[in-house]
């Protein structure tokens, strides 16, 4: 297992464009977490999956974020109409929850809003 | 809501050093904490996981303490070296929703 994949790692779009990012978990892993970080802060949580159920929406996201993890395994984010201020690196977790809570990170998709 | 806090936010020490990195969090009612290591640009590389049961965790240089009670965790980092230079992120699991929260991170320079 190579771990926890994000794709596209680099995303530089025009302001007003929807952008979609893929996260592949560690296979078997039931829980999936997406996070946002911007420069000098630690991640802000998003939103998180037990399996394809999601538990919960961060207050942060407006109506123009929107996950879904529909057979259980891998995870998009998508952005509507993004602005400026969406600017950031978005990360993914994964974990085996019951068994073992420790989080694996992916490496992160970095989105520029021009 | 869980409140986690790091300090120092940054620091730089000689090679050689031992030295503490602090987190406090609000919310005691944890499951588990994370100590995590972030370089510049990259994702987050899991160190130690402390369960809530636990009082500390060690990985060769590196030892975590977990005081539940009082809300606070440090790690500690013995002889560091220059590879150590990193931002550690400390992440409390939490008992009621399950979600990591995380602190802004220390960001540390080891100086050759």
């Known amino acids: 297992d190579t771990g926890v994949s994000q794709d596209p790692r680099h995303k530089i779009t025009k302001r007003g464009q929807n952008v979609t990012f893929r996260c592949d978990p560690i296979?078997?892993?039931?829980?999936l977490y997406w996070y946002r970080q911007t420069l000098g802060q630690g991640p802000e949580f998003l939103t998180y999956?037990?399996?394809?159920?999601?538990?919960?929406k961060s207050r942060l996201l407006s109506d123009r974020f929107s996950a879904e993890r529909p057979k259980g395994s891998f995870s998009t984010l998508e952005i509507q109409r993004t602005e400026q201020g969406d600017s950031a690196m978005y990360l993914c977790a994964s974990s085996l929850f019951e068994r073992n809570p420790q989080a694996f990170f992916g490496q992160g998709t970095r989105l520029t809003v021009v | 809501k869980q409140e986690v806090t790091q300090i120092p936010a940054a620091l730089s020490v000689p090679e050689g050093e031992n030295l503490v990195l602090n987190c406090s969090f609000t919310d005691s009612a944890i499951y588990n904490l994370q100590w995590f290591r972030q370089d510049p640009g990259k994702g987050l590389t899991s160190l130690l996981l402390?369960?809530?049961?636990?009082r500390e965790q060690t990985s060769g240089r590196l030892n975590a303490s977990l005081d539940k009670s009082s809300g606070r965790s440090t790690l500690y980092i013995a002889a560091s070296q220059p590879g150590d230079s990193a931002t550690y992120l400390c992440a409390p699991g939490e008992d009621r929703d399950d979600k990591i929260i995380f602190g802004k991170g220390t960001r540390l320079h080891i100086l050759p």
């Open positions: 296979s078997e892993h039931n829980r």
């Open positions: 402390i369960q809530s049961s636990q």
């Open positions: 999956f037990q399996n394809e159920a999601q538990l919960e």
